[in-house]
């Protein structure tokens, strides 16, 4: 591999949590923590497991995103996610947060 391309995958690794740091307060103010957290399943899977499932995909930041938006049902269990309509969190705050939940 060029080491040019080496050097730029590792500054964006490690320049991409940051790019995600407002995560939990959005998180927080949106409601997701009423169902979620970061390390336990609660009501819906925790952040853990949802990046664990996602790992590698490399339209998880888009598929996940659609899936919050939208909510649904039957793949984490039989308790359905209720759509995260817009006026209860933004297309970009909902970026950052499901880009928070795969950093874990």
Known sequence: MNIRILAALVAALAIAPSAFAGGPEIAQKAGCLACH???KKLVGPSYK???AKYK???DAL????DKVRKGGAG???PIPMPPNVVDKISDADLK???GWVLTH
């Open 37 to 39: 957290t970061v390390d």
């Open 96 to 98: 950052t947060v499901v």
């Open 62 to 65: 888009a598929k996940l995103s």
């Open 49 to 51: 497991d949802v990046a």
């Open 56 to 58: 590698g995909q490399g």
């Open 75 to 77: 793949v984490w269990g």
